[in-house]
């Protein structure tokens, strides 16, 4: 697995941040070191789902070349790190982008592995997150706009020979409906990485302030998830022997 690993959609509210916090959280409990990058400086969400909406040194000072890059790293209580952006407007307008990329080099020093979030579209904020990827890891939901769009960002990727490791399917119904994986790995011609399924778990964690990984780690989203970071190093991991009891599942206790 490569170092840095930027989450991207192409379009909005497909599960991005879910993913880019989960997958670190999951990276964490097979003993990986890595950093969650808030790499959607204009609505940025990592420290909103991690507890740390305002922090006193932010992605956009470094940006904005008034602090070091490791200066703005906060640590969960879960243990996962972040460096989160800022949420006032004022700071965003002063925030230079572009120079999003000029953060490259240091990014490789901080850490084994760096999971950057990003912007949805393929406009100038979330393309410089692109460019940024050692790899890309696309997240769509089973459904035809979704798909259409990562199908852009897939080959904008191409266009700058950018490797799309696969996409990770979220929001998974299993209804009548929604796009079969097979469809969906026909369609954006990538490998599927997993699929997530709709679980309430998810906004639970939201609300708790953390990874579903923690919160409730045998649903079935938090054993999809390790599911997915156990194959991207190869180790070996059976989801189905952290299942809950019978008993829990029949009156529905996730943990
Ligand atoms: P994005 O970063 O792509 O905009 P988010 O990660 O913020 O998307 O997710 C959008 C919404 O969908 C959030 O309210 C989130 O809680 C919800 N969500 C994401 N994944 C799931 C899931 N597997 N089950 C239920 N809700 C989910
Ligand atoms: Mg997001």
Do not use: C, W
């Not at 190093?233 to 009891?245: A, V």
Request: glycine fraction near 6%; aromatic fraction near 2%; charge should be positive.
């Amino acid at each position: 697995m490569k170092k840095i690993i930027v989450i991207s959609s192409g379009k909005g509210g497909v599960g991005k941040t879910t993913t880019a916090v989960n997958l670190g959280a999951a990276m964490n409990h097979f003993g990986k070191d890595v950093v969650i990058v808030d790499g959607n400086l204009s609505t940025p969400n990592i420290g909103i789902h991690l507890n740390s909406p305002e922090v006193p040194i932010s992605l956009n000072d470094v940006l904005k070349k008034r602090a070091e890059l490791n200066e703005a790293i906060y640590q969960h209580h879960s243990g996962l790190k972040i460096i989160p952006s800022s949420l006032s407007i004022k700071e965003l307008k002063k925030t230079k982008l572009k120079r999003l990329k000029e953060l490259k080099k240091e990014l490789n020093k901080l850490s084994e592995h760096i999971i950057i979030d990003s912007a949805a579209g393929l406009g100038e904020e979330a393309i410089s997150a692109i460019e940024m990827a050692d790899e890309l890891i696309l997240v769509t939901n089973p459904e035809m706009p979704a798909i259409t769009d990562a199908l852009k960002t897939i080959k904008l990727a191409e266009q700058q020979k950018i490797p799309v490791t696969g996409v990770i399917v979220t929001r998974v119904r299993q209804d009548k409906i929604e796009l079969q994986p097979e469809t969906v790995k026909e369609m954006l011609e990538v490998p599927v990485m997993g699929m997530i399924p709709e679980d309430i778990t998810i906004k639970k964690a939201v609300n708790e302030k953390n990874s579903v990984i923690h919160t409730h780690p045998r649903s079935k989203p938090a054993r999809a998830y390790k599911e997915i970071a156990a194959r991207l190093f190869d180790i070996e991991y059976d989801s189905r022997k952290e299942r809950p009891s019978f008993l829990k599942r029949i009156f529905k206790k996730e943990k």
